[in-house]
């Protein structure tokens, strides 16, 4: 079989949408046994405040990876911005292995780097220094120690404040910053960078001051959200491309 690999993110997953969650389960089923691995580059889920929260939505996409990896296909999941606490618990009930981000990725003869994509957004200082509270290890520690009903009220306050932040926010303060995303071609020494969070697909090319194996540019593959409609990435091993597919009615 010749090597394919998909890249999904930024599904939001709540049950408020269950025409996403069936998108996401229609998509899992069509591709099963079809493609070598699956990437999920962070916000698989709205929010998340623990694995161990009891969710029918949960519970329900947890047994849709399990068979999608049953049937063939390695899973990887990546935190996002909105769902930073899922851990090795639900991981497991997926059979989906976490990895952290810059991920390299190895593909024909190179590597791409797998981003979420808000660490690209350098302009929005607030939102950067929110993200290094809550990625504290010990601020993750000590909030997962306090009772479900704290830790909900907490995640209906944050997305609130979200909410009202990013609607006073100009939009190019939330989108990447392309200084950012030289220093990260840059940085890897990769010329492929691959990510999600802002919700603008779209393939970049990246002028780069220096050659990386030769060139002086790179790309940048940016997935959508799935919202009005569903989005994915797929490599053949060598290059990628965007999909773009209805949602389930």
């Known amino acids: 079989m010749r090597t394919r690999i998909l890249f999904i993110s930024d ?9 996403i969650t069936r998108s996401l389960l229609q998509f899992l089923a069509d591709n099963a046994g079809r493609c070598d691995a699956l990437y999920v580059l962070g916000d698989l889920f709205e929010v998340w405040i623990g694995d161990d929260e009891e969710s029918a939505l949960a519970d329900e996409v947890a047994s849709a990876f399990r068979a999608f990896a ?53 302009d929005d200082v607030d939102y950067l220094a929110f993200r290094q509270q809550v990625r504290d290890p010990a601020w993750q520690q000590a909030f997962l120690a306090r009772p479900l009903s704290e830790r909900q009220a907490f995640a209906r306050q ?56 030769g060139s002086h540019s790179g790309q940048r593959i940016v997935l959508g959200s799935w919202d009005e409609s569903g989005w994915y990435a797929e490599s053949d091993g060598t290059t990628i491309h965007l999909h773009q597919f209805p949602l389930q009615a």
């Open 70 to 122: 049953a049937a063939g296909s390695a899973v990887f999941l990546l935190h996002g911005n909105r769902d930073f606490l899922i851990g090795t618990d639900y991981a497991a009930r997926c059979s989906a292995s976490l990895i952290n981000e810059p991920w390299r990725l190895p593909l024909g003869a190179s590597e791409v780097l797998l981003l979420h994509g808000d660490t690209l957004c350098t």
């Open 158 to 213: 944050a997305r609130e404040q979200s909410r009202v932040a990013t609607a006073g926010k100009a939009m190019t303060i939330m989108d990447v910053n392309p200084a950012a995303v030289e220093a990260a071609l840059l940085g890897s020494e990769l010329k492929t960078l691959l990510h999600g969070h802002t919700h603008r697909p779209a393939v970049h090319e990246v002028p780069l001051p220096r050659a990386i194996a």
């Open 11 to 19: 599904l939001h997953l709540e049950p408020a949408r269950p025409d």
